[in-house]
Nanobody
Framework: QVQLVESGGGLVQAGGSLRLSCAAS????????MGWFRQASGKAREFVAS????????RYADSVKGRFTISRDNAKNTVHLQMNSLKPEDTAGYYC???????????????????WGQGTQVTVSS
């Protein structure tokens, strides 16, 4: 298992950009499918994006497709979420997650993901 620590959240105006980072400890990072989820106040946790262990496959929620980009650097044990054209509805706590399930099995259901960071807050003002 890996341990995850997110950074990069903050307050930004609508239309702006933020880049979230997730640093992982452990020597098995490259075997983990990594993902980002978010949870707005009073709402359920929802899938944002995921990336395969090698980085060759990605998956995005329809709500962020074309605006967000997930990437990873296995040499540095990091995964990033570049968020552009931010909207007020993107406001949420963002959580980095990891799983040893295959990319096809590691779907959008957060209950299938075993490892979580503590989260970082993103607030988008209108």
């Amino acid at each position: 298992q890996v341990q995850l620590v997110e950074s990069g959240g903050g307050l930004v105006q609508a239309g702006g950009s933020l880049r979230l980072s997730c640093a992982a400890s452990g020597r098995t990072f490259s075997t983990h499918v990594m993902g980002w989820f978010r949870q707005a106040s009073g709402k359920a946790r929802e899938f944002v994006a995921s990336i395969s262990g090698s980085g060759d496959r990605t998956r995005y929620a329809d709500s962020v497709k074309g605006r967000f980009t997930i990437s990873r650097d296995n040499a540095k044990n990091t995964v990033h979420l570049q968020m552009n054209s931010l909207k007020p509805e993107d406001t949420a706590g963002y959580y980095c997650a990891g799983t040893v399930l295959s990319f096809s099995t590691a779907d959008t259901n957060w209950l299938r993901w075993a490892t979580w960071g503590q989260g970082t807050q993103v607030t988008v003002s209108s």
